[in-house]
């Protein structure tokens, strides 16, 4: 397949996301959960309850784990206030920015109830976690928060037999940028499809020969 270059280097307009400023920022946050809000079926803290694994992670409303770097929804609270600061001898007007996201986390146990392994989960949990900053975030930029790490651990605690409560420690990093829609001039080459690879049939092939030997040389 051969194919000939549509046009030479040209100036093309894109539509893409200029990024004013990007902070990675790192939360953590401890919960105590009761044993309402978990809504387990198996009790942890029964006695006949052996090999007890906990383990947490954040989900969406219903349920679904949450992938890295996925984005999460935020609501700005209050109005950007600006901020004058001298950063490297230069005066930067910066903005306070206050958001709050809400995200869910899931409990979940697993181990022996006698001899009868068991796997119980909780329902998603809701967690408000207020955060706030300074950022190059003038108007007309939007927040766009994403999830890079999460580390989740669990604590059960029993009284006589009963789980009273579950504590849940997460530590959070989270890429924060301010970003708005523009429209860029760069100048670039169209690309061009690649050849599509097939299989070809090698040519025959004559297996050597002894010419020195046979047919000799011919004088």
């Known amino acids: 397949m051969s194919t000939k270059p549509l046009q030479a280097e040209e100036i093309l307009c894109i539509n893409t996301e ?8 790192q939360s953590s946050i401890n919960n105590t959960f009761t044993a309402a809000d978990l809504g387990f079926t198996v009790n942890p803290c029964d006695p ?21 770097n ?9 109005d950007r206030q600006d901020r004058v600061f001298v950063i490297d001898g230069t005066q930067v007007t910066l903005q306070n920015v206050s958001f709050l996201k809400t995200l869910y986390v899931v409990v979940e146990i697993s181990g022996l109830d006698g001899t009868q392994p068991f796997l119980d989960r909780s329902q998603p949990i809701p967690i408000e976690i207020p955060e706030s900053l300074f950022l190059c975030a003038p108007e007309g930029t939007d927040l766009v928060v994403r999830l890079t790490d999460v580390e989740c651990s669990v604590r059960v605690n029993c009284t006589a ?32 499809p690649r050849d599509i ?15 020195i030997l046979f047919p000799g040389q011919s004088e």
Request: aromatic share 6%.
């Open 18 to 25: 200029k990024v004013y400023d990007w902070v990675v920022l």
């Open 48 to 68: 006949t309850i052996s090999n007890l694994v906990t383990e947490c992670f954040i989900t969406d409303v219903n349920g679904i784990p949450l992938p890295l």
């Open 70 to 78: 996925g984005e999460v929804a935020v609501t700005e609270v209050g």
């Open 161 to 192: 037999g009963a789980l009273t409560n579950v504590d849940v420690y997460l530590n959070l990093c989270q890429s924060v940028q301010a970003v708005t829609n523009v429209t860029v001039e760069v100048a670039a080459d169209f690309c061009q």
């Open 197 to 211: 690879i097939t299989e070809q049939c090698p040519p025959p092939t004559i297996p050597p020969q002894c010419p």
